[in-house]
């Protein structure tokens, strides 16, 4: 009776050019020999070059089918995802720090206008003006004692809505943001492991 492998497959994984993908790259082995999975995992079973572009899929399939091919003993079973997305890295430059500040300025000439033309909108001074005559009795065209609280409300309610302070976490809550940007990229990996996979036959829409 022939020996079980399992493989799990990761999701995705990102390599370089020019490397040689191995199966302990693109999944996890578990089997009852130790020996039989270090032989396994250093199984080399694609190299990655310049056609490849920035992507590749490796099926399961052709897995299997190539380590049947190679180990007649063994019988294979597959857990989990059935394929392995590879994104492979360039060498990246540093931005410049013109670069960098420039679009920080952007960002934060943009998030001030949103916030300014929000409140204009709103008619958000009115409002504090009102809140300050019902408070106290007495008209006051800049009630500073409530906008300057609310003011740093505002900032203070932001850090903790997108869950950062530059690099630190308040707590392991994702972020809304980080949600969103999470559903994103699964949508953007399913549809390129569904029209980068060889063995489908389907193209992208032009």
């Known amino acids: 009776m022939a020996d079980i492998v399992y493989l799990r ?9 020019m490397q040689q993908v191995q199966i302990k790259h693109i999944a996890y082995v578990s089997t009852s020999s130790t020996q039989k999975r270090k032989k396994l995992e250093d199984t080399t079973i694609y190299r990655i070059s310049e056609k490849d572009n920035n992507i590749v899929v490796i099926d399961s399939f052709l897995v299997i089918d190539h380590l049947n091919s190679e180990y007649n ?3 294979f079973e597959v857990i989990g995802p059935t394929q392995t997305l590879i994104r492979i890295n360039e060498k ?8 960098i500040s420039s679009v920080w300025l952007l ?3 943009g998030t001030a206008m949103t916030i300014m033309n929000f409140h204009y909108d709103v008619s958000m001074q009115e409002v504090q003006q009102r809140i300050h005559f019902l408070l106290t009795g007495e008209q006051n065209e800049f009630p500073l004692w409530i906008q300057i609280p609310y003011s740093f409300g505002l900032g203070i309610g932001m850090l903790l809505f997108f869950n950062h302070w530059f690099n630190k976490r308040f707590n392991e809550e994702p972020s809304p943001l980080e949600v ?3 559903k994103y990229q699964q949508n953007l990996d399913n549809y390129v492991n569904h029209y980068e996979n060889e063995l489908n036959d389907t193209k992208p829409p032009n």
């Open 9 to 17: 497959f990761k999701k995705q994984i990102e390599l370089s050019f």
């Open 73 to 75: 003993d063994l019988e």
């Open 92 to 99: 990246k430059k540093k931005a410049p720090i013109l670069v």
């Open 107 to 109: 960002l934060f000439v």
């Open 180 to 182: 969103e940007i999470f």
